[in-house]
């Protein structure tokens, strides 16, 4: 795996959805049985979204965020679609965690948040078991994307690219997105001052924390990713 590969085994993809080279057909019209997968995947996000104050949008934009990100850095068409897919599914595990812990209107203190954390590891046990390269490239993500480049992340302390690359991707989309959302305990920001927090810091936030090419992508790719709606 280099720096422009995201899973394994890429080549020549049958289906740009699901990643399948021998994607099985379903129903009369042959189509790849990941069409089905979609319904089972809107179920997915629509219960986790229905516990957490972020919102259905935020998922989907950070899929959009990741992807353009990948592009920047050189990733091919195929792996970008499917890393765009897969992104969508990040905090799944929080659909699992304990009543309460979800829909808080302040930031979380130590106990909640030690809880919280948990939703990295419940989501790749969510995904452990799919055989689409799209759902274990999702299990990738929702396992690592909250470690972060200097070794200071959850779950595994994992620093620089020991971190896979979609993991890194995702964690600097999955920030931005959330400094321009509104959410009960802050405000949303504009996109340029979003930029400016990634790139300098801030009180909770240290550009230490993240992979310095995907960084320098963000840049890159700045009025493409501003251009997004929220």
């Not at 920047?72 to 992104?87: K, N, S, Y």
């Not at 808080?104 to 948040?113: C, T």
């Not at 240290?206 to 501003?226: I, M, R, S």
């Amino acid at each position: 795996m280099n720096a422009v590969t995201l899973i394994a085994s890429h080549a020549s993809l049958a289906c740009p959805l699901c990643g399948l080279r021998d994607a099985p057909a379903a129903g009369a019209a042959g189509r790849c049985i990941c069409a089905l997968h979609d319904e089972a995947l809107e179920g997915l996000v629509l219960r986790a979204v229905a516990l957490d104050p972020e919102g259905r949008d935020h998922p989907v934009r950070v899929g959009h965020i990741a992807a353009l990100l990948a592009e920047v850095l050189g990733i091919e068409a195929p792996e970008r679609a499917l890393l765009r897919r897969a992104a969508v599914l990040h905090d799944i595990g929080k659909m699992a965690l304990p009543e309460g812990v979800l829909g808080h209107s302040h930031v979380l203190d130590p106990a909640a948040r030690r809880v919280m954390e948990r939703h990295t590891t419940l989501g790749a046990s969510i995904l452990a078991h799919a055989r689409a390269p799209w759902m274990q490239l999702a299990a990738t993500i929702a396992l690592n994307h909250h470690e972060r480049w200097d070794g200071s992340g959850y779950p595994a302390g994992l620093a620089g690219e020991e971190i896979p690359l979609a993991a890194r991707l995702v964690a600097v989309a999955d920030v931005y997105d959330a400094l321009r959302s509104d959410r009960p305990y802050k405000a949303p920001l504009e996109h340029d001052e979003a930029l400016a927090r990634l790139r300098d810091g801030d009180g909770r936030i240290a550009p230490a924390q993240f992979d310095p090419q995907v960084l320098a992508a963000l840049q890159d790719c700045a009025a493409a990713v501003g251009a997004i709606e929220h």
